[in-house]
């Protein structure tokens, strides 16, 4: 599942490229660059920048296994870092519902208010209008 290049509305962080590198690294030590750039939608050679980085700031381990086969050992500071990241973005996302539900209860309340008593809201699809008001 290539996750970053599927979310529509926002554009990936460093932050979020990072989260989802360490959460990868941590549940495949064997996983590869090339995973990992697919994963986060970017180039192989970008992901080997990115260990780099996560290597010095010791969150990561590189084990060399032969000239072309690397194994990533994820640290105790790389899951924190991981940890942090990822409470971060549910908050993110949180604060994102919110608004949503926000705006919802607006949007419903201004139909109330316009004298609508009945309101049915079904199979949302993007581009079609399935809301009824009687």
Not at 30 to 44: C, D, R, V, Y
Not at 58 to 63: A, C, D, M, N, V
Not at 85 to 90: A, G, N, Q, S
């Amino acid at each position: 599942m290539n996750f970053l290049k599927e979310i529509k509305y926002f554009t990936p962080t460093a932050e979020l490229k990072e989260l989802v590198i360490l959460q990868h690294i941590e549940e495949n030590e064997n996983i590869t660059q090339k995973e990992l750039g697919e994963i986060a939608n970017s180039a192989p050679s970008m992901i080997n920048v990115y260990i780099n980085e996560y290597e010095k700031k010791g969150y990561i381990i590189r084990e060399y296994l032969s000239s072309k086969t690397v194994k990533y050992q994820i640290t105790t500071d790389g899951i924190r870092r991981k940890n942090y990241l990822l409470i971060t973005y549910l908050h993110e996302l949180l604060k994102l519902y919110r608004l949503a539900k926000e705006n919802i209860e607006r949007f419903l309340i201004s139909l109330e208010d316009r004298g609508y008593k009945d309101i049915s809201i079904w199979g949302w699809r993007s581009g079609r209008n399935n809301i009824e008001c009687h």
